[in-house]
C-alpha cells in the first residue's frame, strides 16, 4: 500500500514507479483509491480511474486540490533514481510531485480550516474527450463543489493565476490545377497563402492585465497543407491558425475576432477550449496568495483550472515541478520544491 503519511518525496517516487501512461492509470487508481480509504477522516468515491475523497465537517468554505494521474509515454526514465536534490524519472514534474504533495495533505490533514475536497482523474494528457475531469463535471458535478480549486501542475512553486483559452482554425484555400511546365493556366493555391501569412506576420497581440496579471494573446500559423505532386500546380492549401486568447474574452469572441482579422476567408473552427480568469478576488484566493508569499502570475497555455473556471469555481495553478522539464527524456523534480510545497499548503488548509 501506498503510505500517504510518510515523506512526500519518497511518495512521489512511489508513484512515479507505478507506470501511468495515459490510458493505463488503473494500477495506480486502485492504489491510490486503497490508501484513501484507509484515512478515517475521508470519504471516498470513484467513477473509472477518478479517484474524489473528501471530509465533511462542516466547515464554512471547502478548498479543491486536483492532480492527474497519468503521464506521456515513458523514454526509458523509469524506474525513477535520486541524484542530490534531483529526483528523475517520467512524471516527477509532470505531475506525480504534486499528487504526492495532494495525497500527503489529504492523510494528515484532520482537522483543517476548510472542508477539503482531493480529485485524482485520469487522461489529462490526451484528447480532451478523455480527460477524466471532463468526465466527472459531467457525471457527479456535486463531488467537485468547492470555494477554491488548486491544480497541482508543475509552476517551479510560483502561483499562476487562470489560463489563456485556445481555438484552432482551418483557412482553405483554392486555385487552378496546372502542369507546372505551364503554370500561366493554372492557379497555385499554396501562393494564395502569402497573404494570410503577411497577415500573421503583422498581427499585434493584445497584453492584458487581469487582477494584476498580464495575459499576452498570440495568433500563429501552426501547419500548412497543400501540394499534388512534383510537376503540378496547387488547386488547394490549407493554413491551420492557433489563437491564444486572454480569458477576458469567451471562446465566441475569440473566434469572431479571428474572422474579423481574416475577413474574407473561409475560417472552420476545428478546437476551442475557453480561458479561466485568475480568480483572484475570491476569499480563499486572496488567503491562499499570502500564505504561498508568490505574486502570482498569469498562466500561459491551457489547463484544467479552466473546467472549474466554467462551474464558477475560482482556480489557480501551483505545485512543485519545472515545467518547461514536463515530458522529456531528462524530467525530474527538485525534491526541495516538494518540501515546500507541502509545507506552504499545510500552513494554508491550517
Known sequence: MLDLAGDPVALTAALVDV???????????????????????????????????????????????????????????????RDADLLYGCGTSDMKSGDAVLLHLAATLASPAYDLTFVLYDNEEVAAEKNGLKGLVEAHREWLDADLAILM??????????????????IPLTGK???????????????????????????????????????????????IGGGLAGNVVPDSCVVTVNFRF????????????????????????????GGALPGLTAPAAQHFVQAVGEVPVAKYGWTDVARFAALGIPALNYGPGDPNLAHTREESVDVRQITRATDLLRGYLS
Open 19 to 81: 507506470e501511468s501512461v495515459s490510458g493505463d492509470e488503473a494500477r495506480l487508481a486502485g492504489l491510490v483509491e486503497e490508501a484513501l480509504q484507509a484515512v478515517p477522516h475521508l470519504t471516498v468515491d470513484r467513477d473509472g480511474n477518478n479517484v474524489v475523497a473528501r471530509t465533511q465537517l462542516g466547515r464554512d468554505r471547502r478548498v479543491l486540490l486536483a492532480g492527474h494521474l497519468d503521464t506521456v509515454p515513458t523514454a526509458d526514465n523509469l524506474p525513477s533514481r
Open 246 to 273: 486572454a480569458p477576458d474574452r469567451s471562446q465566441e469572441q475569440a473566434l469572431q475576432h479571428v474572422r474579423e482579422v481574416f475577413e474574407g476567408y473561409d475560417v472552420s473552427l476545428t478546437d476551442s477550449s
Open 177 to 223: 490545377r496546372a502542369h507546372s511546365a505551364r503554370s500561366w493556366l493554372g492557379v497555385n493555391a499554396i501562393h494564395a497563402a502569402a497573404p494570410v501569412l503577411q497577415t500573421l506576420k503583422g498581427y499585434v497581440a493584445r497584453d492584458v492585465e487581469i487582477d494584476g496579471c498580464v495575459y499576452r494573446e498570440g495568433l500563429q500559423a501552426v501547419r
Open 153 to 170: 501542475e508543475p509552476t517551479d512553486g510560483k502561483v499562476e493565476a487562470g489560463c489563456q483559452g485556445t481555438l484552432r482554425v482551418d
